[in-house]
């Protein structure tokens, strides 16, 4: 039983325009006409025998050619049958034989073993690795079947599968102590138990962007997706009783010693921040963290304007009270 292709589309280069596909097993095809067309050949049936290799396709099948013929074009000269989205029966071959057919006749042609007939071939050749190399020819064929766009669905999936449990996991303590007491002896604020257990809601906006952010793009936002919340809209778990045992937990576990690390060679906030953004330089190239991004400044005066104005309610109203009379 044949597989079946799952996206179908036309790949140009140059003036020629080449049927390509992806079957459902992710292997990219390329038809067999479009093989011949892509040399500027029309398929022809088999040379004379004194000239040709018994079990070559007919487009490689010439005896002055199989000695440039190495293990990496081996590999995809199995033909590939497939069933098409019309469903019918196709056949054609790995796509990456197309830049290997391309070495194939350049090599002859430079050691001089190409027939006055094949030179026009070399010359193709030439015009076909403009357009392609071993890696481009997989871009191109996935975006011009639109496959691209799956792909990079799958691969979140898969992502997500390794990073969030199917169950919500037994709360347990995650993160340290010394993170929080790092925190606060980086902003100033007095830590104490009283404090820790009234932490400001600001610090919940920095883990995301110091913590969870840094695992795998897509994860944070399962996480939110998956962690209950009460009819108020509060969380009622905690992020990280999502995250697998095995994958996830893991990853925010080295996250985490490695923000507490920086924090603790850090003498502020403001130095905090900028050796984390070295640490991200170093690591992938990522823009800068910027300052304002954890500040905590326009956090805190919504809460002092209110406890000033209720003060000066107070005041107000005693001053307004009238004396009593004995």
Not at 66 to 71: C, E, T
Not at 96 to 119: G, H, S, T, V
Not at 235 to 264: C, E, K, W
Request: glycine letters at 6%; one cysteine or more.
């Amino acid at each position: 039983m044949f597989l079946k292709s799952t996206h179908e589309g036309i790949l140009p280069i140059g003036e020629m325009k080449l049927n390509v596909a992806v079957l459902e097993d992710g292997t990219r095809v390329i038809t067999q006409s479009a093989i011949f067309k892509a040399f500027g050949r029309t398929k022809r049936g088999r040379a004379k025998d004194d000239i040709r290799v018994l079990n070559r396709p007919a487009f490689i099948d010439a005896k002055n050619l199989q000695p440039f013929i190495d293990a990496d074009l081996e590999g995809v000269l199995k033909i590939i049958e497939y069933t098409d989205k019309t469903k019918k029966d196709n056949a054609g071959y790995n796509a990456l034989i197309l830049p290997k057919l391309c070495k194939i006749y350049l090599d002859a042609r430079e050691e001089r073993k190409l027939a006055k007939q094949q030179l026009p071939l070399a010359r193709a050749s030439e015009i076909l690795l403009l357009g392609l190399s071993n890696i481009g020819i997989i871009s191109l064929v996935d975006e011009v079947t639109g496959y691209q766009y799956e792909r990079e669905r799958d691969e979140l999936q898969k992502i997500l599968q390794a990073y969030i449990a199917k169950e919500l996991l037994p709360w347990q303590k995650t993160f340290p102590d010394i993170y929080y007491r790092e925190i606060f002896r980086l902003n100033g604020w007095n830590y104490t138990v009283h404090d820790i257990k009234r932490r400001p809601s600001v610090v919940g906006r920095w883990t995301n962007k110091i913590i969870y952010e840094r695992l795998p793009k897509g994860v944070l936002k399962e996480l939110k997706s998956v962690t209950p919340k009460s009819e108020t809209g509060n969380y009622t778990a905690r992020f990280f009783q999502s995250l697998t045992p095995d994958i996830g937990n893991p990853h925010l576990q080295n996250q985490l010693n490695s923000v507490i690390t920086l924090m603790r060679i850090s003498d502020d906030w403001h130095g905090f921040i900028a050796n984390f953004n070295k640490l991200i330089d170093r690591q992938n190239g990522q823009l800068e963290l910027k300052f304002e991004d954890l500040e905590y400044k326009e956090e805190i005066k919504p809460k002092l304007l209110k406890e000033q104005s209720q003060l000066d309610e107070a005041v107000k109203k005693v001053l307004n009270t009238p004396p009593i009379h004995k």
